[in-house]
DNA sequence: ATCGGTACCTGCACGC
DNA sequence: TGCGTGCAGGTACCGA
């Protein structure tokens, strides 16, 4: 479901509620979302005070006192809560000295994972796309040869970008989301940097997109969905130029785009 | 090293 | 009503 915004939207929300609580029980019920030994890793947990919280591209990272990581990824499905009841789709329980933290995941693609070193996967994410400086992120885009969708999408080129904000960006920006990376005129890739980050900066303002069930850690939606472009809206006239917006399949997932205002 | 396809999951909307 | 199909904001892994 998240993508950088709503994650960071998440982020903010949570991070003052768990930073400086001590972790009194952990309770886990999935093994697919977490993969260790749900005892051992408890026992990692109890008694550990959380330090601070932040969000690394779409991961949500708790840092342990005196040592050690909780990384989130949300998937597809998965929903953070700081008070409400367990439901069929929890997966995860900390219960805090003062609050708790719920982890449900109705598809089970997201991970919970505590251990004593950053995940080396985090580690190697590419860049945050508020934080990369246009030179940077040029340098790293004439590197890659697949089409610029597949590459926004890529957490090793940038960390965050997910598919509704890879196709609203490039339809920004103007640019065609099978046009190869590497070939980009400097202009358009300017372009697209700017749309990365305008795009990304509006939804984080909104709080995160709401397309079905994204919900924060209040049950409040995010917004941002009136304001798509282009994503879902296969078929519907183009905002700029009123020609149907298309849908293509760019390494498996769903891409909209303009035909007529995004060129190659 | 990079790229594209596939696997991993469940729920929902849709047409018949 | 029930069933099959396609779709969904995620990453990991594999062979080319």
């Keep these: 479901m998240p993508e950088l915004p709503e994650v960071e939207t998440i982020a903010r929300l949570i991070a003052p509620r768990l930073a400086g609580r ?8 999935c093994g697919f979302v977490m993969r ?7 026992g990692m947990l109890i008694g550990r005070k959380i330090a601070r919280v932040h969000r690394r591209g779409k991961f949500i990272v708790l840092e342990l006192e005196g040592g050690g990581f909780v990384s989130i990824h949300l998937g597809m499905t998965g929903r953070l809560f700081t008070k409400g009841d367990p439901g069929p789709y929890t997966r995860a ?20 994972e505590v251990t004593p070193e950053l995940p080396a996967r985090i580690a190697r994410l590419g860049p945050e796309p508020l934080e990369v400086e246009f030179a940077e992120f040029a340098a790293r885009l004439a590197k890659r040869k697949a089409r610029v969708k597949a590459v926004l999408l890529n957490q090793m080129f940038l960390r965050g970008i997910g598919n509704i904000y890879a196709d609203e960006a490039l339809f920004r920006a103007g640019i065609h989301p099978l046009a190869i990376a590497s070939r980009l005129r400097k202009d358009r890739v300017r372009r697209l940097h700017k749309a990365v980050v305008q795009v990304l900066t509006e939804a984080i303002a909104k709080g995160g997109s709401s397309v079905s069930s994204y919900v924060d850690a209040d049950g409040r939606r995010g917004f941002f969905q009136v304001e798509h472009r282009v994503y879902r809206r296969t078929g519907e006239p183009c905002v700029t130029c009123g020609t149907p917006i ?5 390494t498996q997932r769903g891409t909209h785009f303009c035909p007529r205002c995004q060129k190659r």
């Design 93 to 112: 329980i900390l219960t805090l000295d003062r609050g708790m933290l719920l982890f449900d995941d109705t598809r089970r693609l997201g991970r919970f």
């Design 22 to 29: 001590k972790i009194l029980a952990a309770e886990f019920r």
């Design 246 to 250: 298309r849908r293509v399949l760019v």
């Design 36 to 42: 260790a030994d749900p005892d051992r890793t408890a």
